[in-house]
Each structure stands twice: as structure tokens, then as C-alpha cells.
């Protein structure tokens, strides 16, 4: 009886441990369902991603194959940026080179000058020292030291006015000058490119091309072929710019301002340049190479025939010989008549260059290629002094005198 109802008791025991667990199942799966219905995500659309698009073969500047743009793109502009560094480099090598050669010109040119004053105190100290030897050996005949002394002294004057007269100091620190001011102008120009656009290889093989000229124009050795002749049989004007077809520069713009009378405006101008100023120079020039070629043919000859007669026994003609001979050595290089030479071969290829860059614009057929108008204009009326109304003045006045039949007198430069 008892372990019978032990038996019930296990019995309801475990009925009512099995319908409690059963509840709490049933209790936590409701929960979990609240719980996911809360905070459930909504299911996201699905999208498809395509391959890239294909650039037809006629769109890509000829090719057969079509080439997705990613491929294409990415090594032109890493070729571009290769190209625009080597590019940049090359002209920045050029430009030190510039500077090197207006420092090198620059000390160059002091010496030269330096030279000039030297030898001329020193030549005319010297000959007037053997005129005043010789004139005391005129007053008897007991001075052979001081005849023997006036001869020597007249003997090395002659070489010493032979070797300067042939270099021309002063022609040759006149060149230096200019080369350095060129220098400067030319290594302003490339500054410029550097910093108003991106450099081309045309902008390089142009540069380069200067700065050759500039060294066969004005050349360091002082003897030699590579040595600019002093005394030419006709005068020269100086060349320190590329041949002409090498002035013609690209331009990109379209509308760059020229007109048929801006053209015919150039032309006159050209015309007075070459009828007035440059013919005017050379002139000039041919008057004063004659004068120095008179001149370094009389100091010398005057010193030797002062050396003979001072040797021979007539101190007098040497005195008055050798003191002629130092009036034509302080004229020719102390009024450095070779710089005013140089400075007229100068001035004379200074209206050559402007003539031929004229010329060279309007010879290009095709407008959008050429400087642009205005600008061009501008530059010319500043490289002759004058406004731009003067300019155009200037050509009116020029075309009216040939319609009549009159020489037009006006210069076309102001500066010089």
C-alpha cells in the first residue's frame, strides 16, 4: 500500500515536470518570435554589376580592337607627365648654361676692358719717354745712351701698337657687353616660357639654337678663325639670331588679331627700317672702319719711323714722330673707336633681326599660326621707342611719300 503510493507520487511528479517544461517551450518560443518580428531587416535588392563598356574601334582613334578606357588612359597620362619632366629638365639645362655663359662673358669683358686702359697708358708712357729721350739727344752729340734708349723704346712701341691695333681691346669689351645683355634677354626668355605655359620640345631645339648663335656671333678666343675680323673689307652688321625660316613660332590661337592693314602697317615699317635706319648704320659704320683701319696703320708706322730715325742720327724727326705716333694711339683707343665700330655692328643687326622677324610673320600664309596681332604690334612699337598711334603714324607717312613720289626723312627708330 505504501509503496503504492510512492509510485502515484513519482507518477504526478513527473506528469507535472514534463507539462511545466512544455509550457516554458512553448513560453520561449513565442518570445522568440516577438523578439525576431522586432527586429527583423528587410531583405535588400539584389543588384548586378556589369562588366565594363567597350570603346568601338572607331572611337578609339583607329584601332581594331576594342580596349576598355581604364587601360588606355592611365599610361597616356603617366607617358605625358614622362615627357612634360624631360622636357622641363632640358630646358632648365639650358637655362643654367645661359647663366654660366652671361657670368662667364660679364668677367670676361672686364678684363677686356681692363686691357684697353692698361695698354693704352702704357703705350703712350713709353713713347713719350723715348720722344723726350730723343729730343735731349738733339741738343748734342755726346747721347748715344739716350739715342740707343729712344730707339729700343721706339722699337717695342711699334710691336705693342701692332698687337693692340690688331685685337682692338676696346672692340672686344664692346662684344663682351652685348653678348652679356643678349645673354640676359635670352635667359629672360625662357623664364618666361617656364612660367606662363608648359615647355614643348620646340620651346628646347629654339633655345638651343640661340644660344649657339650667340656663341658664333660673339666668340671668346681672341686669334684664330673663330675670332670676329676687325677690319673687313666692308662693314658687317652683327648676326646673333637662328636662321629665319628658325623664327617662325606655332600658335594655337584662333582669333590672334591681325587685319590687312596691321599687314600693310608692318610692310611700311620694314621698308623705313631698311631705307633709313639700317642703310643710315651702315654708312656709319663703313666711315668709322675706315678711320680705324687709318688709324691702326699710322700709330704703328709713326713709332717705327721714329725707332729708324732715332737709330740713324736724327733725333729731332724722331721726337716729333714718336709724340705723333702717341696722339694717334690716345685717339684710336682712348676714344675707343672700336667700340663705336662694334657698337655700330650692333646697332645695325639689332633693325636686321626686327626686318627679318617682320618679314618672317607675314610670310606665313596661314593667320591662326602666327603671334598674335596686337601683341606683335606692341613688341615692334617698344623695340623702336614709340607709342602705338606713333607707329601707325609712321606708317601712313610712309605710304603717302611713296603714292607721291617724295623720300620719306623720319627715322623709324627713337631709341637709336
Not at 739715342?147 to 663682351?176: R, Y
Request: some cysteine; proline content about 4%.
Amino acid at each position: 500500500m505504501a509503496s503504492l503510493q510512492a509510485s502515484n507520487l513519482i507518477f504526478s511528479s513527473s506528469s507535472s515536470s514534463s507539462s511545466s517544461s512544455s509550457s516554458l517551450c512553448c513560453s520561449s518560443r513565442r518570445f522568440n518570435n516577438v523578439i525576431s518580428a522586432a527586429i527583423s531587416v528587410p531583405k535588400l535588392p539584389k543588384i548586378s554589376f556589369s562588366t565594363p563598356k567597350m570603346i568601338p574601334s572607331r572611337e578609339l582613334y583607329g584601332l581594331t580592337n576594342p580596349i576598355p578606357i581604364e587601360k588606355i588612359v592611365v599610361p597616356i597620362q603617366k607617358h605625358d607627365r614622362n615627357e612634360e619632366c624631360n622636357v622641363k629638365a632640358q630646358l632648365y639645362a639650358i637655362l643654367e648654361a645661359v647663366c654660366d655663359r652671361v657670368e662667364m662673358h660679364n668677367n670676361i669683358g672686364e678684363q677686356r676692358n681692363n686691357w684697353n686702359t692698361l695698354l693704352l697708358n702704357s703705350i703712350n708712357m713709353i713713347t713719350l719717354t723715348a720722344a723726350t729721350m730723343a729730343g735731349v739727344a738733339a741738343t748734342g752729340d755726346s747721347h748715344l745712351g739716350l739715342k740707343l734708349s729712344s730707339t729700343l723704346l721706339f722699337s717695342a712701341v711699334t710691336g705693342m701698337m701692332v698687337m693692340v691695333n690688331k685685337i682692338q681691346p676696346s672692340q672686344l669689351a664692346e662684344e663682351q657687353r652685348n653678348a652679356v645683355r643678349l645673354f640676359k634677354q635670352l635667359q629672360r626668355e625662357i623664364e618666361t616660357v617656364i612660367a606662363l605655359r608648359v615647355p614643348c620640345e620646340d620651346d628646347v631645339k629654339e633655345a638651343m639654337e640661340k644660344v649657339l648663335a650667340l656663341d658664333k656671333a660673339y666668340p671668346l678666343p681672341l686669334l684664330g678663325n673663330k675670332m670676329i675680323k676687325k677690319f673687313p673689307k666692308t662693314f658687317e652688321t652683327a648676326v646673333w639670331w637662328p636662321p629665319r625660316q628658325h623664327l617662325q613660332r606655332k600658335n594655337r590661337k584662333q582669333s590672334n588679331g591681325w587685319s590687312e592693314e596691321m599687314e600693310m602697317e608692318m610692310r611700311e615699317i620694314v621698308k623705313v627700317l631698311k631705307t633709313k635706319d639700317r642703310e643710315d648704320y651702315e654708312r656709319l659704320g663703313n666711315l668709322v672702319l675706315k678711320i680705324n683701319k687709318f688709324l691702326a696703320i699710322s700709330g704703328p708706322l709713326l713709332a717705327g719711323i721714329a725707332a729708324v730715325g732715332s737709330f740713324s742720327g736724327s733725333p729731332s724727326l724722331a721726337a716729333a714722330t714718336g709724340a705723333l705716333a702717341a696722339v694717334v694711339n690716345s685717339f684710336e683707343h682712348g676714344g675707343q673707336v672700336g667700340m663705336v665700330l662694334e657698337m655700330y655692328r650692333n646697332c645695325g643687326g639689332f633693325f636686321k633681326l626686327l626686318e627679318e622677324s617682320i618679314e618672317s610673320t607675314l610670310d606665313q600664309s596661314e593667320v591662326e599660326k602666327r603671334e598674335n596681332g596686337e601683341m606683335f604690334e606692341m613688341k615692334v612699337a617698344l623695340k623702336l621707342g614709340r607709342s602705338l598711334s606713333e607707329l601707325r603714324d609712321l606708317a601712313r607717312k610712309s605710304s603717302y611719300s611713296f603714292i607721291e613720289g617724295t623720300q620719306y626723312e623720319e627715322f623709324a627708330s627713337k631709341l637709336f
